[in-house]
């Protein structure tokens, strides 16, 4: 029987049975999958508060200047106006719009207007957010540790202006290529709403309540919960020595507290002009959070 201060197999194994009936290796399981689930290692462990100054400053990455953050964006300027002017308060961001082949007009008209002031890629095709991994070209461009977002957020007012700092040290901690904010679910979510992605329907709710169930640990300065959850194109630091092209979407941190985001297409309070809605249902690809008919 493997034991140590850190890691005890048989106690693994019998709070884990999912493990030991999948005959896995507990500790690769443990280090792979089970720290971002917040399953523990020894029957003493507790969920890791973690100091995420020391380890950014260690790193120094505390120090940093500026931080490149990639705007995947497609047919919807309403979004990328908004999200833009919520940028302003952080100094040290330098934006870069990555335009998966826009056709609406108004946003070809504001990609002009934005590309005199800020970088601007535009591809021949889209080819969806998540394509930001592999574009060998625009990976060439970018530090190994750069921010994405997708631009239909409303950003907590209390996020903090290094909130990048926090992400850069949870993936330092848990090796990891991904780790961004936790996106709120609202009292009054649009209840007519459904998510309709790789050809599965199901509603916002149901979807979004998957990432809320892994508590993996506390952040020390704030208190902030962390969960390991699936995270896509929402605000996230994307740190290239840990991503794995195979696990991108699948493995991930998310962040709550004052790290936690809205997502606009779910709120009543905001509603896109009805032009650029069915201008982008028309001719979108990837996901899409749509009225039910």
């Not at 201060?5 to 896995?24: E, P, S």
């Not at 990048?164 to 961004?180: C, D, N, Q, R, V």
Request: hydrophobic share 35%; net charge positive.
């Amino acid at each position: 029987m493997f034991f140590s201060r850190k890691f005890h197999k048989k106690f693994y194994l019998a709070n884990n049975h999912d493990v030991a009936k999948a005959g896995l290796n507990p500790y690769k399981h443990y280090i792979e999958y089970g720290k971002l689930e917040g399953r523990l290692p020894t029957r003493r462990a507790k969920l890791p508060i973690i100091d995420t100054d020391k380890i950014s400053k260690k790193n120094n990455f505390s120090s940093i200047n500026s931080i490149p953050i990639v705007i995947p964006t497609f047919n919807n300027p309403t979004y990328l106006c908004r999200f833009i002017d919520q940028l302003k308060r952080f100094p040290k961001l330098q934006i870069l719009i990555y335009d998966n082949n826009s056709t609406f007009p108004p946003m070809l008209q504001l990609l002009d207007d934005l590309e005199k002031k800020f970088s601007l890629v535009r591809n021949n095709k889209n080819r969806g957010p998540e394509f930001v991994y592999q574009d060998q070209n625009l990976l060439k461009l970018l530090p190994s540790q750069f921010l994405l977002s997708d631009p239909d957020l409303d950003l907590n007012p209390d996020l903090p202006t290094n909130f990048y700092e926090t992400f850069f040290a949870l993936t330092e901690y848990y090796k990891i290529g991904k780790a961004g904010s936790a996106l709120s679910i609202p009292d009054n979510l649009k209840t007519n709403l459904k998510l309709v992605q790789r050809d599965v329907t199901t509603t916002a709710i149901e979807y979004e309540n998957q990432f809320w169930q892994n508590l993996s640990g506390f952040v020390k300065k704030d208190d902030a919960k962390i969960y390991g959850a699936a995270l896509g194109a929402t605000l996230c630091l994307v740190n290239m020595n840990y991503l794995n092209e195979d696990n991108h979407w699948s493995k991930g941190i998310r962040v709550a507290g004052i790290y936690e985001n809205k997502h606009l297409p779910w709120e009543l309070y905001f509603e896109l002009p009805i032009d650029e809605k069915d201008y982008y249902n028309s001719v979108q690809k990837f996901s899409f959070y749509t009225p039910k008919n």
